[in-house]
């Protein structure tokens, strides 16, 4: 199945907005299979209406998001009704959300907005809870007087109208068409510590092998995200492979990321986490707090990024950093022990080290961070990594090293030096 | 002139990748008073052909980006070649760079490698200093024979080879062609705390009225940056209107982002800032320590999301939290003079407030958060705010808030309540 986007959209052509949209549907597309055969960007206006007909041509499925707003330059509705030489007639069913949806408000209908109820014949209206602009789907029956045999869905541009589209309306459609599409199943296995070379070295082999299985990564937020997509059996052999190999390292099976995990596993076993941070100056902090219920398990946290404040709020002893510098493993330990008692929690993680660009040395160049775990009753964990590169990813990096260290205490698992 | 870009890489089309060099260009392009006409994508391989032909026929200059790397799936140099007509010939120049590239990496150039020094008769050798794929610029006249008459650039799909490129040898190639080229000015005016919908209805219908002035707006990170672009003259006037609007919400008009400028202003007066954060959960922190040289202006931090680590810590009167609750303008107080006497900064910013989605109440609704900024020898300021929605939204805004009442601080200018 050959399958196009088309977006309208000014501001992506101008780069005042990341087109986010586009990599979120191809990862939906891949998850049943389908590669999206070509993306296509033009700006605002009666342009949409060559773009749409050109995809059309070449494609069984073209999907056009934006254009479906109250503005003079939403044209993607028009322009597809006089492509398909469709009369538009007004939709009761759109006029009456249109009314809900502004009466909620308190404001009126406005006459721009009311186009909006305006519905080609012979398309579908799909229902657009989080907005006002409908969807709209063209059976590929209606283009065929003109030459081609695409089914053509009109989507919103904003993400938060659009996404819930596609899942609701988009995805069960084309599940129907795929000759495996209803019992196409995808899971996403979350490895971290391990980088994506290692993974294809270790199981790509063994994985290509399974019959009708999609094999897929994506690299994110320190993690890579392996992708197995087919039919249960061949999915559940993959999955397998790359249990047996990095069961350890797998965060989750549900896209979960790593600080999810983690508050999950104390919040199950009741209990808190503690932090105390030099060179990620607060990043484990505020992605522990990213999570909602995180102040069930997190109450205090210290950026220790100046010594006087390591020996000052965390009791690390002056005589450690003339001894050993602020950057060492015993330096972590106390930072993490400190933190431990300061703040009464189970669990304390502590990171010390060099971001960079500068205070490097020949001994310990930029990079170089020591992690601790000190948790009640139990012996302190301590780890080095190197992290050379960009600010931002080391303290992505670091953080995430740091969490997972969290995540195996809590799961019984060994770490990994 | 118009301008297509075409982009090869099939992990865009899948997802694992956001198409973010799109955006890059797009910006970069209208700060030259170009909008992108189109944007095509297709994936790894020989359409990448075909998108190329049908983009010059359209346009004045067509930027390709990706598909120059040594695998079999990279053939952007080829069918370009191929295209034109041109016959390719193993090019001095970028071998000596292969050689010294990989000597420098103790490792050989392999055969795959070489492909990339082969050149079309014709076209030019764009360096690439930070890889081994050079760009390649095949003027207008190569296509004549072909019926179009388009600028054509291959360029490197990795963003710190692209981004160089596009600065050192396309932009000044569009300059040359561009009637207003050479004397054409842009400037990036970042305002903080003002929506985007304010400053379009303060500024817009007089910065319209400039003669030449092209005007976009960009929102990223919690700011608008308005760009003004065109003749200096025009720039000029366009920014002294902004500026008499805006002027203490302009944070920079250099692209830098708030935290960078508080930093900068932290260690031109030698002064140290502390944080004591509650809701925001060590973004505040984090965020300053993003910034490279911020260990000279930050040393003390502390995320006290409990009521106890913010008693223990930071001296919060207990009484407080009966009398007034731990969202109020009296623990905000607290917890930054607090941070103020115990770390012996300079200044020390807090934040206690209800990111949601739990937790609110009627009177203090998901979304109320007050900060406070406590200054050496001066009054300690708060300042109430309200930002529902979603919890990274949350956090953002009122992160980039109580930087920016240090901002005002440290420039001499009112806090805005």
Redesign the interface.
């Given at each position: 199945m050959r399958v196009e986007l088309v977006n309208t959209g000014?501001e992506?052509?101008?780069?005042?907005?990341?087109?986010?949209n586009?990599?979120?549907?191809?990862?939906?597309?891949?998850a049943l299979g389908i590669?999206?055969?070509?993306?296509?960007?033009?700006?605002d206006g009666a342009?949409i209406r060559t773009?749409i007909a050109e995809a059309a041509q070449r494609s069984d499925v073209v999907l056009v998001s934006g254009g479906l707003g109250p503005t003079n330059d939403d044209l993607t509705r028009e322009s597809t009704a006089e492509l398909l030489k469709l009369p538009m007639a007004l939709n009761d069913g759109v006029m009456a959300h249109l009314n809900e949806y502004f009466a909620k408000r308190g404001k009126p209908v406005s006459e721009a907005t009311k186009r909006q109820a305006m519905v080609p014949t012979g398309a579908s209206v799909m229902p657009n809870p989080f907005g006002t602009a409908p969807g709209l789907y063209f059976p590929a029956t209606l283009g065929a007087p003109l030459s081609w045999n695409a089914h053509i869905f009109l989507l919103p541009g904003p993400p938060r109208e659009l996404k819930p589209m596609i899942e609701n309306e988009v995805e069960p459609r084309l599940r129907e068409w795929l000759p495996d599409g209803a019992s196409r199943r995808v899971l996403y296995l979350k490895v971290t510590g391990v980088g994506e070379s290692d993974i294809v070295e270790a199981v790509e082999k063994q994985l290509e092998a399974i019959a009708g299985l999609d094999l897929?990564?994506?690299?994110r937020g320190g993690d890579v995200d392996v992708r197995l997509a087919g039919p249960q059996s061949a999915v559940d052999a993959g999955a397998a492979i790359v249990r047996a190999a990095f069961s350890d390292c797998i965060t989750s099976e549900d896209r979960r990321i790593i600080e999810e995990v983690v508050v999950q596993l104390l919040t199950e076993r009741g209990e808190w986490l503690s932090?105390a941070?030099s060179?990620?100056?607060?990043?484990?902090?505020?992605r522990?707090?990213?999570v909602?219920?995180?102040?069930r398990v997190?109450?205090?946290?210290?950026?220790?990024?100046?010594n006087?404040?390591k020996q000052?709020?965390l009791g690390v002893p002056a005589e450690l950093f003339e001894k050993h510098g602020a950057v060492s493993e015993e330096v972590a330990r106390a930072m993490a022990e400190g933190a431990l008692k300061?703040?009464g929690a189970d669990h304390a993680l502590s990171v010390t080290g060099i971001?960079?660009?500068?205070?490097g040395t020949a001994e310990k160049p930029v990079g170089t961070v020591w992690i601790a775990l000190a948790s009640k009753n139990t012996e302190t964990w301590t780890l080095k990594r190197f992290y050379p590169g960009a600010?931002?990813r080391f303290?992505l990096l670091t953080s995430q090293a740091a969490l997972d260290l969290l995540r195996r205490r809590l799961s019984g698992i060994a770490r990994r030096l």
């Amino acid at each position: 199945m050959r399958v196009e986007l088309v977006n309208t959209g000014t501001e992506l052509l101008l780069g005042d907005t990341i087109n986010t949209n586009a990599a979120w549907i191809g990862q939906r597309l891949a998850a049943l299979g389908i590669q999206v055969a070509r993306q296509t960007i033009v700006p605002d206006g009666a342009i949409i209406r060559t773009a749409i007909a050109e995809a059309a041509q070449r494609s069984d499925v073209v999907l056009v998001s934006g254009g479906l707003g109250p503005t003079n330059d939403d044209l993607t509705r028009e322009s597809t009704a006089e492509l398909l030489k469709l009369p538009m007639a007004l939709n009761d069913g759109v006029m009456a959300h249109l009314n809900e949806y502004f009466a909620k408000r308190g404001k009126p209908v406005s006459e721009a907005t009311k186009r909006q109820a305006m519905v080609p014949t012979g398309a579908s209206v799909m229902p657009n809870p989080f907005g006002t602009a409908p969807g709209l789907y063209f059976p590929a029956t209606l283009g065929a007087p003109l030459s081609w045999n695409a089914h053509i869905f009109l989507l919103p541009g904003p993400p938060r109208e659009l996404k819930p589209m596609i899942e609701n309306e988009v995805e069960p459609r084309l599940r129907e068409w795929l000759p495996d599409g209803a019992s196409r199943r995808v899971l996403y296995l979350k490895v971290t510590g391990v980088g994506e070379s290692d993974i294809v070295e270790a199981v790509e082999k063994q994985l290509e092998a399974i019959a009708g299985l999609d094999l897929g990564y994506c690299i994110r937020g320190g993690d890579v995200d392996v992708r197995l997509a087919g039919p249960q059996s061949a999915v559940d052999a993959g999955a397998a492979i790359v249990r047996a190999a990095f069961s350890d390292c797998i965060t989750s099976e549900d896209r979960r990321i790593i600080e999810e995990v983690v508050v999950q596993l104390l919040t199950e076993r009741g209990e808190w986490l503690s932090t105390a941070e030099s060179c990620t100056g607060g990043t484990i902090a505020s992605r522990i707090t990213d999570v909602s219920g995180s102040s069930r398990v997190f109450g205090h946290g210290w950026v220790t990024y100046a010594n006087e404040a390591k020996q000052q709020h965390l009791g690390v002893p002056a005589e450690l950093f003339e001894k050993h510098g602020a950057v060492s493993e015993e330096v972590a330990r106390a930072m993490a022990e400190g933190a431990l008692k300061h703040s009464g929690a189970d669990h304390a993680l502590s990171v010390t080290g060099i971001a960079g660009p500068t205070g490097g040395t020949a001994e310990k160049p930029v990079g170089t961070v020591w992690i601790a775990l000190a948790s009640k009753n139990t012996e302190t964990w301590t780890l080095k990594r190197f992290y050379p590169g960009a600010r931002d990813r080391f303290k992505l990096l670091t953080s995430q090293a740091a969490l997972d260290l969290l995540r195996r205490r809590l799961s019984g698992i060994a770490r990994r030096l």
